[in-house]
């Protein structure tokens, strides 16, 4: 076999871990939610977490069009820091950008986290918008946008 060839590694096991922001534990500001009621996850081997989907809903989701939403995952997680870079001087990683427009969400990158191995048992995320030269949290016109998101973590053999 030619050693020249890379392969494509497929995970040996995934995981979804669905997060409902009517199910976390918020700010004032609707900045950060924050999940404790977790099924144990337990990182051991080479893992990457990913974003596989997002949905918004709730009174305020009429006013969240034409809104670019950052989605950070708090310091509750740990990550290869080595292998992310941060332009935004936040120490917090971003793992999804979002616009959503009147028709649906559209995800405009794709992030991959490395996680360290761990065990998990509390996921911390900061959702912010800019309106003008003022941030805000899931919330627009005093009504709350309820974010609906898939975490997927991917499991590789070492």
Known sequence: MNSNY???RKPVRCQNIWLNTKDG???????FFTFNDLPLIQIRNHSVLKINSITLGGAGVGSASGHNWTIKLGNTIK???TSYFNSDNDSMPT???INYDQNNSIQ???FALELEQQDIKQVVLKITTHSGSSEHGAVKNSQNIDFYICIVIEEYEE
């Open 6 to 8: 890379k392969f494509i």
């Open 95 to 97: 793992i999804a950008m």
């Open 25 to 31: 534990l918020v700010d004032s500001d609707r900045k």
């Open 108 to 110: 405009t990158g794709s």
């Open 79 to 81: 990550h290869n820091t």
